[in-house]
């Protein structure tokens, strides 16, 4: 069957293709275990150009690219976790490559992601997690702590060099969770963690049971095995 239009031929072919999706899908893979070599051969004399348009498809589809990673690997992860177990001398030769001559890159990268909410929520759940902390830090809630930006010490009006402190601290029960977060300034943070390691009531700070700004803390699930 001929056809004339050039754009009724086309649109035939996409239905033809949306109305066959299995069929040219299996014919696909048929060629291509068939194939193996002449693939090799078409990939080796036209790398420059194939390597040229992945690039430009994925810098012009980042989205639908990382959307289709993250459904990759969430339905993969045994075959990535086997692969990684079989190369992972190669892949972490590979890794030691790349930061060796990306020095520069690398820390930038470690340096935005270290500063951004998701690398901070992951560095304070990890020192939680080897502290044995039930929980985990919201991204979220890191967030709203970057945007407030304050020290929580009344009337402090620091906003520099801001760090992370669980309230009831880890070693004393403290959980691991956004309401038990929050920010102080180093001065503040120092004083209170002098007074969190000892518990002694002469070194605690005057601010600390005045009013906390984000939320109530919740009583840690550990307090309750003490009674006795
Ligand atoms: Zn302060």
Not at 7 to 35: A, F, G
Not at 206 to 211: E, M
């Amino acid at each position: 069957m001929a056809y004339k239009d050039p754009e009724k031929k086309k649109q035939k072919m996409r239905e033809y293709r949306q109305n066959n999706k299995d069929k040219i899908l299996e014919k696909t893979r048929e060629y291509r275990q068939n194939n193996k070599e002449k693939i090799a051969e078409y990939y080796q004399n036209n790398k420059e150009k194939i390597l040229e348009k992945t690039r430009e498809y994925r810098q012009n589809n980042k989205e639908k690219v990382a959307e289709i990673r993250r459904k990759y690997t969430e339905n993969n992860k045994e075959k990535i976790a086997e692969y990684y177990q079989n190369n992972k001398d190669k892949i972490l030769e590979k890794t030691r490559e790349y930061r060796q001559n990306n020095k520069e890159k690398v820390l930038k990268y470690k340096r935005e992601y270290g500063n951004s909410p998701k690398g901070k929520s992951l560095s304070v759940n990890k020192y939680a997690k080897v502290r044995g902390a039930e929980g985990n830090i919201s991204v979220k809630h890191i967030k709203s702590l970057m945007k407030l930006n304050k020290c929580n010490a009344p009337n402090c009006q620091h906003t520099d060099n801001l760090e992370y402190d669980h309230k009831i601290p880890i070693s004393k029960g403290g959980l691991n969770i956004d309401s038990n977060l929050w920010t102080l300034c180093p001065n503040h943070h120092r004083e209170k963690s002098k007074y969190d390691h000892s518990l002694n009531q002469s070194l605690k700070p005057d601010w600390l049971d005045i009013d906390y700004k984000i939320q109530e803390v919740e009583k840690p699930k550990t307090a309750q095995l003490s009674l006795f």
